[in-house]
C-alpha cells in the first residue's frame, strides 16, 4: 500500500524557516516524481514545488521561487521541502504527491494526509 | 500561467441525479487535464487523467471529456459519498494550475 507521511510543520514568525518532510513507503521511490501542494485555510489547491526521481529537475511556483528548495533522498524514501523567509500568504495546509512517472507530469496519484503551517507573530 | 475556470462555483443535486461540471482553460492544454476529488479534512483524490482516464478504483459513474480548452467532468447518478469539493487540474505546463473547485453539496 502506498503510504506518504508529512511532518514538520508548526507555528512560525514571518520571516522564518521550516523544513517539511515526507516518508514514502509501499513502492519504489527512486522510480517517481514527487511534489507539494498547498492549501491555505477554506481555499483551492495551490502546486508549489516537483521534483525527478533523481533530482535532476526541479520547477517551482513563482509565488515560493526564491525560498523554497525541494530535495528527496531515495536511500531514505524521504521528500523535503525547507521553507524560507516565510509570510502570512505561506500559512497553508502542505501535501506531498506522487507524481505518476519519474520526470513530473503533473498527475498527483497519491497524496499525503498534509502538514499544517501557520506563520504568525 | 495557465488559468483554469470551473463552473459552477457550487452546485446543489440530489442523489441519483446526473451531474456534470465544465473547467475551461485559458490556452489549449491539448488533453493534459485532471479531476480531483477532496472531501472535508482530506486530502485530494485522482479520479481522472488526461482529460477521460479513468484512474484505478474509481467508480464507473464518474467520466471525463474534452481537449484543447474545455472539459467536463460528468457524474452519472449521485451517491451520498459524492458530495465533495472537485478541482480541476491542468498538467501541460511544467507549472501546474488547479481550478477554483466546484462545491457538489445536497440538495
Known amino acids: 500500500e502506498v503510504q506518504l507521511v508529512e511532518s514538520g510543520g508548526g507555528l512560525v514568525k514571518p520571516g522564518g524557516s521550516l523544513r517539511l518532510s515526507c516518508a514514502a513507503s509501499g513502492f519504489t521511490f527512486s522510480s517517481y516524481s514527487m511534489n507539494w501542494v498547498r492549501q491555505a485555510p477554506g481555499k483551492g489547491l495551490e502546486w508549489v514545488s516537483s521534483?525527478?526521481?533523481?533530482?535532476?529537475?526541479?520547477y517551482y511556483a513563482d509565488s515560493v521561487k526564491g525560498r523554497f528548495t525541494i530535495s528527496r533522498d531515495n536511500a531514505k524514501n524521504s521528500l523535503y521541502l525547507q521553507v524560507n523567509s516565510l509570510r502570512a500568504e505561506d500559512t497553508a495546509v502542505y501535501y506531498c504527491?506522487?507524481?505518476?512517472?519519474?520526470?513530473?507530469?503533473?498527475?498527483?496519484?497519491?497524496w499525503g494526509q498534509g502538514t499544517l503551517v501557520t506563520v504568525s507573530s | 500561467d495557465i488559468q483554469m475556470t470551473q463552473s459552477p462555483s457550487s452546485l446543489s443535486a440530489s442523489v441519483g441525479d446526473r451531474v456534470t461540471i465544465t473547467c475551461r482553460a485559458s490556452q489549449s492544454i491539448s488533453s493534459y487535464l485532471n479531476w480531483y476529488q477532496q472531501k472535508p479534512g482530506k486530502a485530494p483524490k485522482l479520479l481522472i487523467y488526461?482529460?477521460?482516464s479513468l484512474q484505478s478504483g474509481v467508480p464507473s459513474r464518474f467520466s471525463g471529456s474534452g481537449s484543447g480548452t474545455d472539459f467536463t467532468l460528468t457524474i452519472s447518478s449521485l451517491q451520498p459519498e459524492d458530495f465533495a469539493t472537485y478541482y480541476c487540474q491542468q498538467s501541460y505546463s511544467t507549472s501546474s494550475t488547479f481550478g477554483q473547485g466546484t462545491k457538489l453539496e445536497i440538495k
Open positions: 488526461t482529460a477521460s
Open positions: 504527491a506522487r507524481d505518476n512517472t519519474a520526470i513530473p507530469t503533473g498527475d498527483f496519484d497519491y
Open positions: 521534483i525527478s526521481s533523481s533530482s535532476n529537475y526541479t
